[in-house]
């Protein structure tokens, strides 16, 4: 191998080689943590939810008017939807997970003056909550009717046991089993019944989002939400039914946001979505540009060294030593540019970390650009390198 | 050494057919020193193209050194290019990026040299030129004729056992002109054979046999033959 005369030659021209290991540098700093960032931005949205993400149809309602006997009504709706085939089971919901609005409590496994309340997402379901958001139970028991209560402002009372989450579970109630144990919220006291493997709440940015407790309780009043469970493939069926069932029972009211679970998740990932796509295209965009600077480096200096290449070729040069020669060259430059490189993605990584809050890029993203530059660096000098390779020794010879 | 049997080149466009070698029919002995005259256009540098395996020819048959090379693939052209035959340059041809001591070292490295006999090589060649000293200048530090014995001493670091030379004094003044074909010769005295491509007649006195090509084709005079003939006149 000829490093070091390819080198010495390098460092004499060494403007082009310089602003291109520059470009080099750059693109790995920008690329390594892009793709941190789109794999982070990937991982969130495709996290499990614990729900039934595909057959799940959700609804608003909204009346309209006064002197509405809501309890009747969501009794009447809940028994029409169960009717529509292809539903499995149905809830009322005081909010619909993964949409951006929902309700959140602060609570604890006890209560003094210095209690730190962890703040939980709520939800108000009935007995066929947990079926119609297909969770998992993991421990203790369901609700049943008899758990639920429809609130009453004259009576005032309040559901009694509570189900939550395994990561609330935990949270609370480290290292012990928290099935039976009293969960304290405000002024109520709540018997925790069941545990959840994973739900995931209102808000997909909150770092709360698997701490939830759901509370068999409704709420009649002039909106309520319903989760309305479907035989796999039977979503688009029921949903187009939904509004219609809700109408023919009373059309003096307005139904609002018939959409599938996943479509509400997507739509609340929107902007990590968009997020991944504009830092996709920033990647693509830079390597297409480095890809470009280096093939025309390459290509510039194949013109230039016709003449020195042809000297070679006369001189006993094979056609591939020609062509590892600008392989060679490139791979020097390309790896003075990756070594800068590393420097500058750690430092972008360190300011993205102080100034953003983002973690802290893992080792193997700077190891992987470098192989995706090298590769490139190889594949964009290929072309020119193996045109120079086809110069013919004759070239020396010539005087113009 | 070397033997051309009717050998044919022929340039061909859309539009013309340039016949710049036909049936060129030429043998040059080992030892020899051989300069080679023309008018412009009239097959020297394509003879020197062949020689030297740069190109290809169209017909005929080239055997150098006892062997056939008509038929080669390029790797084996590039192979004895590189043991067998050494090349100096009317521009001389160095790598202006390299150091004198790196261009003499191309040829060798493309051989696969060690480093160890690479370095002696290197270091024999440039004291014959008489450069063992600006090893380490590159070739715009040196003068015309300075760049012209390093890429004498490139060829030589080879060992040949031709040597070709495109007109090699075309680029340089009478007096670097005299000392690279005083070097030429005593290359020469040692028993390599040369091939020299010039315009200059002087020069080509100079050498043990002269060929002349006019229109492709070789017409040749033997120097020593005619200078016994002019003294027997006189």
Request: charge should be negative.
């Given at each position: 191998?000829?490093?070091?005369?390819?080198?010495?030659?390098?460092?004499?021209?060494?403007?082009?080689?310089?602003?291109?290991?520059?470009?080099?540098?750059?693109?790995?700093?920008?690329?390594?943590?892009?793709?941190?960032?789109?794999?982070?931005?990937?991982?969130?949205?495709?996290?499990?939810?614990?729900?039934?993400?595909?057959?799940?149809?959700?609804?608003?309602?909204?009346?309209?008017?006064?002197?509405?006997?809501?309890?009747?009504?969501?009794?009447?709706?809940?028994?029409?939807?169960?009717?529509?085939?292809?539903?499995?089971?149905?809830?009322?919901?005081?909010?619909?997970?993964?949409?951006?609005?929902?309700?959140?409590?602060?609570?604890?496994?006890?209560?003094?003056?210095?209690?730190?309340?962890?703040?939980?997402?709520?939800?108000?379901?009935?007995?066929?909550?947990?079926?119609?958001?297909?969770?998992?139970?993991?421990?203790?028991?369901?609700?049943?009717?008899?758990?639920?209560?429809?609130?009453?402002?004259?009576?005032?009372?309040?559901?009694?046991?509570?189900?939550?989450?395994?990561?609330?579970?935990?949270?609370?109630?480290?290292?012990?089993?928290?099935?039976?144990?009293?969960?304290?919220?405000?002024?109520?006291?709540?018997?925790?019944?069941?545990?959840?493997?994973?739900?995931?709440?209102?808000?997909?940015?909150?770092?709360?989002?698997?701490?939830?407790?759901?509370?068999?309780?409704?709420?009649?009043?002039?909106?309520?939400?319903?989760?309305?469970?479907?035989?796999?493939?039977?979503?688009?069926?029921?949903?187009?039914?939904?509004?219609?069932?809700?109408?023919?029972?009373?059309?003096?009211?307005?139904?609002?946001?018939?959409?599938?679970?996943?479509?509400?998740?997507?739509?609340?990932?929107?902007?990590?979505?968009?997020?991944?796509?504009?830092?996709?295209?920033?990647?693509?965009?830079l390597l297409l540009i480095t890809v470009v600077g280096i093939v025309g480096l390459a290509a510039f200096s194949v013109n230039q060294r016709t003449?020195?290449?042809?000297?070679?070729?006369a001189l006993g040069a094979r056609r591939y030593q020609i062509l590892r020669y600008f392989l060679v060259e490139n791979w020097l430059i390309t790896?003075?540019?990756?070594?800068?490189?590393?420097?500058?993605?750690?430092?972008?990584?360190?300011?993205?970390?102080?100034?953003?809050?983002?973690?802290?890029?893992?080792?193997?993203?700077?190891?992987?650009?470098?192989?995706?530059?090298?590769?490139?660096?190889?594949?964009?000098?290929?072309?020119?390198?193996?045109?120079?390779?086809?110069?013919?020794?004759?070239?020396?010879?010539?005087?113009? | 050494?070397?033997?051309?049997?009717?050998?044919?080149?022929?340039?061909?466009?859309?539009?013309?057919?340039?016949?710049?070698?036909?049936?060129?029919?030429?043998?040059?002995?080992?030892?020899?020193?051989?300069?080679?005259?023309?008018?412009?256009?009239?097959?020297?540098?394509?003879?020197?193209?062949?020689?030297?395996?740069?190109?290809?020819?169209?017909?005929?048959?080239?055997?150098?050194?006892?062997?056939?090379?008509?038929?080669?693939?390029?790797?084996?052209?590039?192979?004895?290019?590189?043991?067998?035959?050494?090349?100096?340059?009317?521009?001389?041809?160095?790598?202006?990026?390299?150091?004198?001591?790196?261009?003499?070292?191309?040829?060798?490295?493309?051989?696969?040299?060690?480093?160890?006999?690479?370095?002696?090589?290197?270091?024999?060649?440039?004291?014959?030129?008489?450069?063992?000293?600006?090893?380490?200048?590159?070739?715009?530090?040196?003068?015309?004729?300075?760049?012209?014995?390093?890429?004498?001493?490139?060829?030589?670091?080879?060992?040949?056992?031709?040597?070709?030379?495109?007109?090699?004094?075309?680029?340089?003044?009478?007096?670097?002109?005299?000392?690279?074909?005083?070097?030429?010769?005593?290359?020469?005295?040692?028993?390599?054979?040369?091939?020299?491509?010039?315009?200059?007649?002087?020069?080509?006195?100079?050498?043990?046999?002269?060929?002349?090509?006019?229109?492709?084709?070789?017409?040749?005079?033997?120097?020593?033959?005619?200078?016994?003939?002019?003294?027997?006149?006189?």
């Amino acid at each position: 191998m000829e490093i070091r005369p390819i080198l010495s030659a390098m460092l004499r021209n060494k403007t082009g080689a310089i602003l291109i290991a520059l470009q080099i540098a750059f693109t790995l700093a920008v690329v390594t943590n892009a793709f941190f960032i789109i794999y982070q931005r990937w991982e969130k949205i495709n996290r499990p939810s614990g729900m039934d993400m595909h057959n799940i149809v959700t609804s608003r309602v909204q009346w309209v008017g006064q002197d509405v006997d809501y309890k009747a009504e969501i009794l009447r709706d809940l028994e029409a939807l169960k009717a529509i085939p292809g539903v499995t089971h149905v809830t009322t919901s005081n909010a619909i997970p993964l949409s951006g609005g929902g309700s959140s409590r602060g609570v604890s496994a006890e209560r003094t003056e210095d209690t730190e309340w962890t703040a939980t997402g709520s939800f108000l379901l009935t007995q066929d909550g947990l079926d119609s958001l297909g969770l998992n139970l993991v421990s203790g028991r369901n609700f049943t009717l008899n758990d639920v209560v429809w609130f009453d402002p004259e009576v005032d009372e309040l559901a009694q046991n509570v189900i939550i989450t395994q990561a609330l579970a935990e949270h609370i109630y480290p290292d012990e089993n928290a099935v039976g144990k009293t969960l304290y919220m405000n002024d109520s006291e709540l018997t925790v019944i069941g545990i959840v493997e994973r739900m995931h709440g209102s808000w997909v940015s909150w770092s709360g989002l698997e701490r939830n407790m759901l509370v068999p309780m409704v709420f009649p009043g002039s909106s309520i939400s319903y989760i309305i469970r479907t035989q796999p493939g039977l979503t688009e069926e029921v949903r187009s039914q939904v509004k219609q069932t809700l109408l023919d029972i009373n059309n003096r009211r307005v139904i609002r946001r018939i959409r599938v679970l996943e479509d509400v998740a997507t739509s609340s990932y929107g902007s990590d979505s968009d997020m991944m796509v504009i830092l996709s295209s920033v990647v693509c965009l830079l390597l297409l540009i480095t890809v470009v600077g280096i093939v025309g480096l390459a290509a510039f200096s194949v013109n230039q060294r016709t003449r020195q290449i042809g000297t070679r070729r006369a001189l006993g040069a094979r056609r591939y030593q020609i062509l590892r020669y600008f392989l060679v060259e490139n791979w020097l430059i390309t790896s003075i540019g990756l070594t800068l490189g590393v420097l500058l993605a750690s430092a972008f990584n360190y300011y993205l970390v102080v100034h953003f809050e983002l973690e802290r890029l893992d080792w193997f993203y700077i190891p992987m650009g470098m192989a995706i530059l090298w590769l490139l660096g190889l594949f964009a000098v290929y072309g020119p390198a193996r045109r120079a390779s086809m110069v013919s020794p004759a070239i020396a010879t010539r005087t113009v | 050494m070397l033997a051309m049997n009717n050998i044919s080149k022929v340039f061909r466009t859309d539009l013309v057919e340039t016949h710049a070698l036909r049936d060129f029919n030429l043998q040059v002995n080992e030892g020899e020193f051989v300069s080679v005259t023309g008018p412009s256009g009239s097959g020297k540098t394509t003879f020197l193209n062949i020689a030297g395996l740069l190109d290809d020819f169209s017909h005929g048959q080239y055997v150098l050194d006892g062997e056939d090379v008509s038929g080669l693939n390029d790797n084996e052209r590039s192979r004895i290019r590189n043991e067998k035959i050494g090349f100096i340059f009317q521009s001389f041809n160095l790598i202006p990026d390299l150091n004198i001591r790196d261009n003499v070292e191309v040829p060798l490295r493309y051989r696969g040299l060690s480093a160890n006999d690479r370095r002696q090589r290197i270091e024999k060649a440039l004291s014959i030129v008489g450069l063992a000293s600006r090893a380490k200048h590159l070739p715009a530090q040196l003068s015309g004729g300075q760049q012209q014995r390093v890429a004498i001493a490139r060829a030589l670091a080879g060992e040949p056992r031709l040597l070709l030379a495109d007109e090699p004094t075309g680029n340089l003044d009478s007096m670097m002109a005299r000392q690279i074909m005083e070097l030429l010769e005593s290359i020469h005295s040692n028993g390599t054979t040369i091939i020299m491509v010039t315009h200059d007649a002087e020069l080509s006195r100079r050498a043990t046999r002269n060929v002349h090509i006019m229109d492709g084709q070789v017409s040749e005079i033997n120097l020593h033959e005619q200078m016994q003939a002019n003294v027997a006149q006189a």
